[in-house]
């Protein structure tokens, strides 16, 4: 006979048991706070080396899949996604149940049916979790599994028929709100169907299981959960595999990879048995299935503050908010079950004695909580001191909703923009953010002799050896996703950067992933709408897309620019059109951000729908504009928008994305990348500037509707007017037209040290020259939009839509990076008619 190792699990049912039959348990004394310690570590780490397998499988995955390889994503799953992750969630699940089988027994007694429904329903409830955390991510997946209190007290009151307080009833809401306030909500964080169902699976299937083994429990006086004796076989062979594995490992044989993955997986595994058999086989067996939910809920929000505190997740003030609300309702819901009236059998009277708490308890249990929470924060700050934060947390949720329909009323979301993107400034580097580093290979690229040569992929990746690699392994999986099928994904990384190049780089990345991907297959291009006018922007638009044309070897056969493509024009096209295949030719219209807002763009893409009917339409990156949702126009750009199954529109942020989904929802198809103008590349200044604040105000409908300019300290030069005005050198064409015109956006821009600006291009040439400057939104929130899409992390731009707090915000950049600017050109206070010096008291309109 073998030996054993005594490990039996009545054994330590008498240390860790939360109270005797016989007397009234102490919840908070050591040995409770221990059993609760326990189940709290050990659900963390379950779940923190389940997440580890997924992942790692997921890598492994994508690492062997052909080009373009996908990944999961928080948003949009394909079916060959999910099925990855049910196979992965499977095998987890598996390795899971086989350590419960091989260290846990089940005595059955006499309601083997009980037990077997609680065995099918713990399999079951634990393959929809791995499931749920294979599809969206784990923070998402608890703030659902939070719920679970709900789902069991519906169950308690159906089977067991235990009846519920009213206040017992209106705490639940109040724990399950908090709840997911602190751990953050999954229809924000992800829009998964899918890996929200599997979540909510979970919680009925537990819930199912807790009800079958309570309703065992009030029939036997035994919890008939113990670990298994460990027998020396067994030893034996779980250390000759580990030595095999770590021999195979040195040798060469096996990966680290594949090790790493093996290990996460068997370590969830025995994890897994250790909180299981504490919740089910101890606490349960002393809580009642809905104090047991509860009380998980206070456990499953210390896992996420542990997640917090190791890195694996950020939070802000509202999701330490939730927390208090959140004790808040646990408080009422004990204060309900304080004098619970004992059932008339003697087992059941000794069970529910237990459930008493004592008023003393309660507020000890308060100051349990209270430190958890102040722990946990002054942790997580400590931990985020080492990284300089912008105002979004690197490598938080993408932003999947950004504003309702209607757009709120102008001037309600001042407070919101105040101190974006940085609040933390006086602590970061501006120097870092608004160095020229002419240095870098893509500098070469701009107006230069390498204008139209296609950069090398390895110039556009992120630095990862730098504020960015404790997130490389997220990265290197985002840099492989299929962003044409998954479009809410495009902006993960590009909205967390801090500087110009490294935003630069990743627009041209997208560029060429993205729309460069759909246009592979084709050799010949015509495009229609292109920009000459004096809006500098539009021909930015224009110059940039021709560059990207030249460098992924498109040839142009035709073009017409805004005011040329006219009937005749299109008549001209069309006959052209005709000598090529559908296969070889693609219709491009040109990008901007007229979609709705601007008539005669709209019917000028009906008019090049109608026409190029028998072949692929693409819109570059455009903007949904929407003055008037109850307009007749809007209605007619439903019905043409919606369903053209050869038009491809490319959404130039996620707010038009969204509004193109809700409103033109049909056969054509969307995707998302940032404007082309970001094809231009960056580029060093090459003026001195002459203001210290250059004020780009726009007066058409798109304006923020601002009429006075805040007067700036004595000495600062103020200078206010529109581009549109700051008039170009006519061409003979269209084309070296938007060149002219482009070019002097770049001249206009750089006679301020610093820039204002409610125009969308002021802020994407800006960032081109690297000139620190302050957005002002508009009543649609083009700007904001944009900026919370693309370039929301760097550190020399600020966004309000309040002309005071801009002024403010302008001195602040001016201050701010004294030290790396341009100083203005000197003299310029002098008179050059009377001498006297002119302090510049206001701003000046006289002149574009």
Known sequence: MEKSIEVSGQYWLNIMTIGSTSTTPSLLSARSLGVFAIWTVTSFLCHYFAKSFLSNVRERSSSLASPPSKVHDSQIFSAEEIWQGTVSATILTIIQMGMCFLLVRVEAFDSGWAVGVARVCHVVATWFTNLSMACMFASSTFAIKLMEPITSAVLQYFILATPLSPVAILSLPVIVSGAIMFSGNPLIQSNLPFGIAAAFMSNIVLAFRNVALKSRMLNEDRPGLTLRNLRCSVLTFAATCASGAGLAWSQGFLSGHGLSTSATCVLSGIFHVVYSYVSTGIVLSHLSVVSHAVTNILKRVLVVLLLYITGSRSASPMNFLGLGVCTLGLMVYAWTKREQKAPTTNLQDSHHRMQRIELSALSKYFVLVTCSFFGGLCLG????????????????????????????????????????????????????????????????????????????????????????????????????????????????????????????????????????????????????????????????????????????????????????????????????????????????????????????????????????????????????????????????????????????????????????????????????????????????????????????????HETPNYTEIPVAPQGVRVHVSDWWDWRTPKAPNSLEQAYYTCTNGFFYLQRGRVIITDRLHGHILAILLNIPHVLIDNKQHKLSAYHLSWTAGLQNVYITDDPVIAMDLALKLLAKNSNSLPPRVPFLHINETSGEDNMFAKPDQSYP
Not at 495 to 515: G, M, N, P, W, Y
Not at 609 to 633: A, C, L, T
């Open 381 to 700: 700050i400590m931990r985020d001191s080492t990284i300089s934060m912008t105002g979004n947390s690197v490598f938080s949720g993408p932003i999947a909703e950004i504003n309702s329909v209607p757009t709120p009323p102008y001037g309600h979301h001042s407070t919101k923009w105040k101190k974006a993107p940085f609040e933390d400034a006086e602590t970061t580097n501006f120097d870092v953010a608004t160095s020229a580093q002419i240095d870098d290979p893509l500098v070469e690229w701009a107006f230069t002799h390498r204008a139209n040569d296609l950069p090398k992929r390895n110039y556009l990746l992120p630095d990862l050896d730098g504020y960015l690699s404790k997130h490389k392994h997220v990265i290197k999986e985002f840099l492989q996703i299929d962003l044409i099928s998954n479009p809410n994904r495009s902006s993960f990384l590009s909205s967390k950067l801090r500087t110009h190049l490294e935003v630069v780089k990743e627009a041209q990345r997208l560029h060429f992933d993205v729309i460069g991907k759909a246009l592979k297959m084709y050799k010949y291009a015509m495009l229609f709408d292109l920009a000459a006018f004096e809006n500098k922007g539009d021909p930015c638009i224009s110059v940039g897309e021709i560059y990207f044309l030249a460098r992924i070897k498109l040839k142009l056969l035709y073009y017409c620019a805004t005011n040329t493509c006219i009937k005749e024009n299109f008549i001209r096209a069309e006959k052209q059109a005709r000598k090529y295949s559908s296969k070889d030719l693609v219709i491009l219209v040109h990008g901007g951000g007229n979609i709705v807002g601007y008539k005669f763009s709209d019917n000028q893409r009906f008019t090049i729908f109608k026409i190029f009917k028998g072949y692929q339409i693409f819109v570059f990156p455009q903007s949904v504009y929407i003055r008037d949702f109850n307009s007749k126009h809007f209605e007619l750009c439903k019905k043409n928008y919606c369903c053209n199954e050869n038009v491809t529109f490319v959404m130039r942020d996620h707010q038009s994305y969204k509004y193109a989904k809700q409103y033109f929802s049909g056969t054509t198809k969307f995707i998302v990348a940032p404007d082309m103008a970001f094809q231009i590349g960056p580029m060093p200044r090459f003026l001195s500037p002459v203001f210290d604040i250059m004020w780009i105000k726009r007066s058409d």
